[in-house]
């Protein structure tokens, strides 16, 4: 029936076993093997569908979990409002003649209903979205100017998309709260206008209280006394009352505040199960661990009032507007602040480069594919497109043995390295020949040089030197042409906007100058009560962020006297780079932290901890890797997940 040749097998003696060629067997193990691999193949993919599946139910549960504390929140603060209220009337009303004290008691009743009872159906009425937990500041905090609604504790302190404004007639200590406002900007505008105060003088209260400089020359802010009673109607969760506190759950601490006090210790019994989920979205989404006590008390500007530290007994804000006449408010973040195209969701570690002395300088090759690693008296190289790499492919000996270096700045092109440091030498490297060599070796009479800047045309380097000096060299001729001068202590950071025309220097005499690079002058100066470590200049323009050693970020505008100022680092900000989209920033620092920011209003993005100190760090041109150099000996590459 069947062609006798069609399937040929080999021959053998009848009643013994079938036996197949080694070829046969070869191809049959071939098809087995791509048989196993397509299942493979198609598993793996199940799989990570399952676990993206699986993360984003987490993070609704945890969403979820939060809407329903605020819900929580909000009700026994209406509660104890109208236990409050109930009290006052019982005081007053005897008092009163009877068609007063009957008028009296209608009108306080109908006014609380109307303002109180819709905003809670609102608020209840199953919306979904954690934008919808709002939390009444008119009600609740002494010192809250023009009594604003400030919102959950996922943002900074400001409900991002409901600031809505409450009716005077409506808020119970509308009165009270309206006569604290005005006093406390009455006291503000007292304190600030110091004469004889040069330049662009900051105007941000110092984040500590020691004799280490802040960031600013105007006295701390003071809240205003308030009547007892009235602050126990605005904070009724302050006063001792007869409800206990509601089960709940608080957000990370990147999103603008925590549930500070071991008065609200009781707020946050959580279930063991209700923590493992907590602890799968921390991982699955790169956010602080969710804890019931403030582990940032240190970040309250001292002095600052109630109003602007957050939600009363809630999260203390870290991101700051400070208005051109030093008035500071937390900053109500957009809805796409921490989503939208060229924004990052987190940072995976992928790679950790031994240097073996402590790593200075950072900077990474465009394409990306070299990361050079500055420590003490040598840059090495290594080739990260191959992550089982544990070794430098060179090593470039710079300066001397036993100084380290403090900047490594790459050409454009990527075949020229320039080095600065702990000498009064710059090192430029040629790169494009097979073993890396010194082309040239420029000398200034300053004893070090703390950063560097290249043009874009590639033309000028510019270095800061420990005298103040900011050195302006021709690489082509390898000559010094032009010397800044204005820094009257060590210049310590600088940045290049994209076109070449203006230069940014930072100092330790607590200034930062911007520099006509065509007229060869200065053009502003902003003086500041503390050192600047670090600052960026953003690619798209308009803003400049500055680290300060007293911890704080600032993000200056160009033009404009407005700024931000962000409260997230616990010590010195050591380094700051800005991506190459402008959209977010990095800063690190003595905290061990590497904070990821949204420009310009300073939304937390990401957060890593290292075990050491975070000297330094780089962004990769097209924004995928961040690189940092730390007090541990190594340097650490992320990838940037989208």
């Not at 079938?18 to 397509?38: H, N, V, Y």
């Not at 969760?237 to 608080?250: D, K, Q, T």
Request: glycine share 8%; with cysteine.
């Amino acid at each position: 029936m069947f062609p006798q040749g069609r399937h040929p097998t080999p021959h053998q003696a009848p009643g013994q076993p079938f036996k197949f060629t080694i070829p046969e067997s070869l191809d049959r193990i071939k098809e087995e093997f791509q048989f196993l691999q397509a299942q493979y193949h198609s598993l793996k993919l199940e799989c990570e569908k399952l676990a993206s599946e699986k993360t984003e139910m987490q993070r609704h549960y945890v969403m979820y979990y939060e809407m329903s504390y605020g819900l929580n929140i909000e009700m026994h603060k209406q509660t104890e409002i109208a236990k409050r209220l109930n009290t006052i009337c019982a005081q007053v009303i005897p008092f009163l003649s009877q068609e007063v004290s009957v008028s009296v008691c209608v009108h306080i009743c109908c006014q609380y209903i109307l303002c109180s009872r819709p905003r809670i159906l609102r608020d209840s009425d199953g919306e979904k979205s954690d934008d919808n937990l709002v939390v009444d500041v008119s009600n609740e905090d002494p010192a809250s100017p023009h009594g604003t609604r400030l919102p959950s504790p996922r943002e900074n302190g400001l409900d991002k998309t409901r600031l809505l404004k409450k009716d005077p007639s409506c808020s119970p200590a509308s009165t009270a709260s309206s006569a604290s406002s005005s006093s406390l900007k009455s006291k503000e505008m007292g304190m600030r206008d110091k004469p004889g105060t040069p330049g662009m003088k900051s105007s941000t209260p110092t984040p500590r209280g020691d004799s280490t400089p802040g960031p600013s020359a105007t006295p701390s802010l003071r809240p205003t006394l308030v009547y007892p009673l009235a602050a126990g109607l605005r904070t009724p969760l302050a006063v001792p009352g007869s409800y206990p506190g509601p089960f709940g759950m608080l957000p990370h601490a990147a999103m603008n505040g925590e549930l500070a006090g071991a008065a609200y210790a009781g707020l946050h019994n959580m279930s063991p199960q209700m923590s493992a989920a907590a602890a799968a979205a921390v991982a699955a989404y790169g956010r602080s661990p969710m804890v019931g006590f403030d582990p940032h008390p240190h970040m309250r500007v001292p002095g600052m009032p109630p109003s602007l530290s957050g939600i009363p007994g809630g999260k203390p804000a870290y991101s700051f507007h400070v208005s051109a006449d030093g008035q500071m408010q937390p900053v109500p973040f957009p809805p796409d602040a921490l989503v939208g195209p060229g924004i990052p969701r987190h940072a995976r570690q992928i790679n950790t480069l031994s240097h073996g002395e402590v790593v200075c300088a950072v900077t990474i090759s465009n394409p990306t594919r070299h990361v050079y690693t500055g420590g003490k008296g040598c840059v090495k190289v290594w080739d990260i497109s191959h992550p089982g790499n544990k070794s430098p492919v060179s090593q470039l000996d710079c300066l001397n043995r036993d100084n380290y270096i403090r900047s490594c700045r790459l050409l454009p092109d990527g075949r020229t390295l320039i080095v600065g440091g702990e000498a009064s030498t710059l090192s430029i490297w040629d790169l494009a020949t097979p073993t890396p060599r010194i082309k040239a070796e420029l000398t200034s009479s300053a004893p070090a040089c703390y950063a560097l800047a290249i043009s874009p045309d590639s033309k000028v380097c510019f270095s800061c030197c420990s005298d103040g000096n900011i050195a302006v060299w021709d690489l082509h001729n390898q000559t010094l042409v032009r010397q800044f001068q204005g820094h009257t202590d060590g210049a310590s950071c600088i940045d290049i906007s994209n076109d070449g025309t203006k230069l940014w220097t930072g100092g330790l005499d607590n200034t930062v100058r911007s520099w006509d690079l065509r007229e060869g002058r200065q053009l502003q100066q902003h003086d500041f009560t503390s050192q600047i470590f670090s600052l960026g200049y953003c690619p798209t323009g308009e803003w400049l962020a500055v680290g300060m050693e007293s911890s704080n970020v600032e993000v200056l505008h160009v033009t404009k006297p407005d700024k931000y100022q962000l409260h997230l680092h616990e010590s010195c900000v050591l380094s700051l780079q800005f991506a190459s989209c402008g959209k977010w920033f990095v800063s690190t620092g003595k905290d061990n932290l590497l904070n990821a920011w949204r420009t310009p209003y300073g939304a937390s993005i990401f957060q890593s901890k290292e075990s050491s100190s975070v000297l330094s760090c780089d962004i990769s041109v097209d924004d995928k890797y961040i690189v940092t150099g730390s007090g541990d000996k190594k340097a650490t590459v992320y990838e940037v997940i989208y």
